[in-house]
Each structure stands twice: as structure tokens, then as C-alpha cells.
């Protein structure tokens, strides 16, 4: 555990699956901040452990009593850790099956943010048509997913970034209005005055620590802050009622297993995000590449905000040298 420089290349006997298992060829794997999360200890895995937990490849061998895949079939799948690798273990009833018309890198990319947006904005805090959302992030992988199904339900969103270039994809992403956090002294203050002086009914906060109390701040009475990671490190621990205090306000840490635990809902969550792939609801940007060796310097990229779009680290050494392309 640690830096990003603790991640280290290196060989490992050939997988074989067990009981329900399958071994799949990993065409790509999504990075995400759940990824930084793991290596750093802040969600522990035994040690040691290949990184990643979103990938998609194609089925090379099943193990006994597996029926829900056969040899041959493209995949993809999530929150099983092991994705940094050339051959991924996965339990067989955890695959989702890849419709022909979604590439392997569609699915690495958008399989773990995609799902996590449609909870987020379907179960967390059901978006409505006239809805004003404050995002932070806007413009970061999950941000910009958000950003295009918040407008799709007829949402308004104001988006906050770090930087001016980021602002702009946001806004091309569908935001109305885009703060950069840097160039205000009040956040709260600045996001309430472009909603015409009100709070708002909803936040979706990604980034944690640094803005946790402007999110709870930006809250109309019976506000929803809906707190889905921690990029800038864990909010520090708080008293209820401060909740009370802002105007009955509700708060949420949800996770995404949560809301695929079962095969079925899993199943419908990815047919849903495939059709908004498929409709261009969701324009997919994978702005990233990266070799297995270079594993470490994506998740140094993605935790300094180098980035925008999704990260993808693929075993296929042709694939890194790609310009960036927008998938769907």
C-alpha cells in the first residue's frame, strides 16, 4: 500500500478458473479512483493484489458448472479486482455479456462510471425535468457521464472544475453553468446566486474532503448531498446535526454494488447504459491510454488532475500510442 509507485509489473502463473469461474482475455481496464482507493489502503485487499476492477475481454476458459458464459463470448464486468492483467478471473455469474455493437474499450470505459451514474441519478436522488444539480468534477470521467444523463432527464447542471479547458468540456458536455472553484472566494455563495439566490435540491459530490461543506451549504431545506467518492481524501467525521441545522437536510454514501447485487439488476443496469451508449445519450471519452508498466503513471495523472474523460490501461502495447478518440 501506498503511492502509485508501489504498483509493480510483474509475471504470474496462468489463471485457471474454479467452480463458476471464468478466465477472460483482457482486451481493456477502466482506471478509476476506486483504484487509488485500494492501493492506498483506504479499501483493503489482501496483500499483494493486481489492481482494477473494470474490464472487458473476451471468455478463453470457464471453469466447472459455469452457464451463464461459454468460450469465445465478449465481456465485461466490475467491482472484481484484477483487471490490471493480460487474463482476468471472474465469476461467471458477475459477466455481462457485450451487445456486437460495443467495443471492448466502450465497455472498459464506461461500464463502472456508466452504471454508477444511472443508480446515482435513477435510485440516489431520481432526477427530474427542472431539477438544478450542483456536480463537482464536472469534467472528469464520471463528471462528464453525469453531466450528459442529468441534462438527457432534463436537468439543469451547475459543474465546478479546476481549470478553464476543463469548464469548456463540461459545457460541451451539457452543463449550463460551469464554476472554476480556484476563481471564487465563496462557493456556496456563487452556485446560490446562479439559482437565482436558492439552494439546490440536490449535490452530487465525487470529490469529498474539499468540498463537502460548500455542498451541504449549497442546499436548499430537505436538500439531498449525495456523496459518491473522495477524490480529495475522506470527509472528516461530523456531527448530525448539522443536517438538522441546514434545513433538514438528507445525506447519502451509497456504493454501486449495492445497487447491482443481484445478476438481474446488474444485467438491466448495463442494458440501460449500453442504450444510452447506443443512442448517444452518453458520449464515451476515452482520453488515455496506458501499458500495464505504466500503470503507476495513470494513477498519478489521474489523482493530480492531469485528466479528463476516461483512462483506460490496456494489455495490447499497439493500442497505447492511439490519439484520443470519443468512443460510442
Known amino acids: ?34 483504484d487509488v482507493y485500494h492501493r492506498e489502503g483506504r479499501y ?28 469465445g463470448d465478449r465481456v465485461g464486468w466490475v467491482e472484481i479486482p484484477g483487471t490490471y492483467a493480460e487474463r482476468a478471473v471472474v465469476d461467471s455469474s458477475r459477466l455481462v455479456p457485450l451487445p456486437d455493437d460495443i467495443g471492448f474499450e466502450t465497455a472498459a470505459a464506461v461500464l463502472l462510471q456508466g452504471m454508477t451514474a444511472h443508480y446515482l441519478v435513477k435510485d440516489a436522488y431520481p432526477v427530474q425535468g427542472g431539477d438544478t444539480v450542483l456536480l463537482h468534477a464536472a469534467a472528469g470521467g464520471m463528471g462528464l457521464l453525469l453531466t450528459q444523463l442529468i ?28 464554476i472554476i472553484s480556484s476563481a471564487v472566494d465563496d462557493l456556496a455563495a456563487e452556485v ?52 438538522a441545522h441546514g434545513g433538514s437536510l438528507t445525506l447519502i454514501r451509497p456504493s454501486l454494488g449495492d445497487f447491482i447485487a443481484d445478476r438481474s439488476e446488474l444485467l438491466r443496469r448495463a442494458a440501460d447504459v449500453f442504450e444510452w451508449v447506443r443512442s448517444k445519450a452518453l458520449e464515451v471519452t476515452v482520453t488515455g ?15 493530480a488532475r492531469r485528466t479528463t474523460g476516461k483512462l483506460l490501461v490496456v494489455p495490447d502495447a499497439a493500442a497505447v500510442g492511439r490519439r484520443e478518440e470519443t468512443q460510442s
Do not use: W
Request: hydrophobic share 40%; aromatic share 4%; proline share 8%.
Open 192 to 243: 446560490r446566486r446562479l439559482n437565482g439566490g436558492q439552494g439546490l435540491p440536490v449535490v452530487f459530490d465525487g470529490v469529498g474532503a474539499h468540498t463537502f461543506d460548500a455542498s451541504l451549504a449549497s442546499l436548499r431545506t430537505r436538500g439531498h448531498l449525495v456523496l459518491f467518492g473522495a477524490a480529495s481524501g475522506a470527509v472528516p467525521p461530523f456531527d448530525p446535526i448539522r443536517l
Open 1 to 34: 500500500m501506498g503511492g502509485p509507485e508501489v504498483l509493480q509489473e510483474a509475471e504470474v502463473d496462468q489463471p485457471r478458473p474454479g467452480p463458476g469461474e471464468a478466465v477472460v482475455e483482457v482486451a481493456a481496464s477502466g482506471v478509476n479512483f476506486l
Open 44 to 71: 483493503s485487499l489482501p496483500l499483494p493484489f493486481t489492481p482494477g476492477t473494470e474490464g472487458a475481454g473476451t471468455v478463453v476458459e470457464v471453469g466447472p458448472g459455469v452457464a451463464d458464459v461459454a468460450v
Open 151 to 178: 441534462t438527457h432527464l432534463g436537468g439543469r447542471v451547475i459543474g465546478t472544475t479546476s481549470t478553464t479547458a476543463k469548464a469548456e468540456l463540461a459545457k460541451r458536455a451539457g452543463a449550463a453553468e460551469v
Open 289 to 303: 491510454r496506458y501499458a500495464l508498466s505504466e500503470a503507476a503513471r495513470a494513477h498519478s495523472d489521474l489523482e
